[in-house]
């Protein structure tokens, strides 16, 4: 299928490294964010998420921080796989009924 | 289902026609929502339906966009007059009540306006 952001900044990681992908947000009423991961041709895949009352939330191989103070969101991936190739996008919601998408970032692994 | 299905997948057409795009949610969510999300951007909102009724329609960019949601299921988003600024990936996501518990997106339409 055709590739999502073309023209996205792009973050080169070796297999097996750790990525961190970071993520300025924009409203600081914003109280729950979360990270999708797309691969092409594909819908928004949720990846993690954490509320404004947490800085830290840990998944399977990844971790999310938060810092409000700078209004900072970052996606750690650990041990890199080629399978985490994609665009990551940070989101966010404001108690309301939407989630609202930040830029993304492409993640390429390299072998 | 499973998960959220959208048809078509591809769809091609003149400018100037008339085209809908068909979302089916997860079985139970109550919420759906469309976005439109063009090359290198994130996912920009469009409407969000809580059952039958759009909640939220800030996002639809102009009139020729309309979307309905009859029987709180199924969730057709229609587009009149197609413009060539109007090609994008269209994508629809369900979530059980409220946006702040995330949502499930479908693999999305991609529209064609030649």
């Known amino acids: 299928g055709e590739s999502v952001g073309l023209h996205l900044p792009t973050l080169s990681v070796q297999e097996g490294d750790n990525s961190i992908i970071n993520c300025a947000y924009s409203n600081s009423a914003s109280d729950y964010f979360i990270w999708y991961k797309q691969e092409s041709g594909k819908g928004p895949q949720f990846i993690i998420d954490?509320?404004?009352?947490?800085d830290k939330r840990q998944g399977q191989r990844v971790t999310v921080l938060l810092n409000k103070t700078v209004k900072h969101l970052s996606l750690q991936i650990a041990a890199t796989q080629p399978g985490d190739s994609a665009v990551y996008f940070c989101?966010?919601?404001?108690?309301?009924?939407?989630?609202?998408f930040g830029k993304g970032t492409r993640l390429h692994i390299l072998p | 289902g499973a998960g959220v299905s959208q048809t078509p997948s591809n769809k091609v057409t003149e400018k100037g026609k008339y085209v809908e795009l068909r979302c089916d949610p997860i079985s139970g969510h109550t919420a759906l929502y469309w976005y439109r999300q063009s090359l290198g951007q994130g996912p920009e909102f469009l409407i969000y339906?809580?059952?039958?009724?759009?909640?939220?329609d800030s996002g639809l960019p102009n009139d020729r966009f309309f979307a309905v949601r009859p029987e709180g299921s199924v969730s057709t988003l229609k587009i009149q007059r197609t413009e060539r600024g109007d090609s994008a990936v269209y994508l629809c996501a369900s979530s059980p009540e409220r946006a702040n518990y995330g949502y499930t997106f479908g693999s999305g339409t991609r529209l064609t306006v030649v």
């Open positions: 954490i509320r404004s009352n947490m």
């Open positions: 339906f809580q059952g039958t009724g759009a909640a939220d």
């Open positions: 989101a966010e919601n404001m108690g309301d009924d939407k989630i609202i």
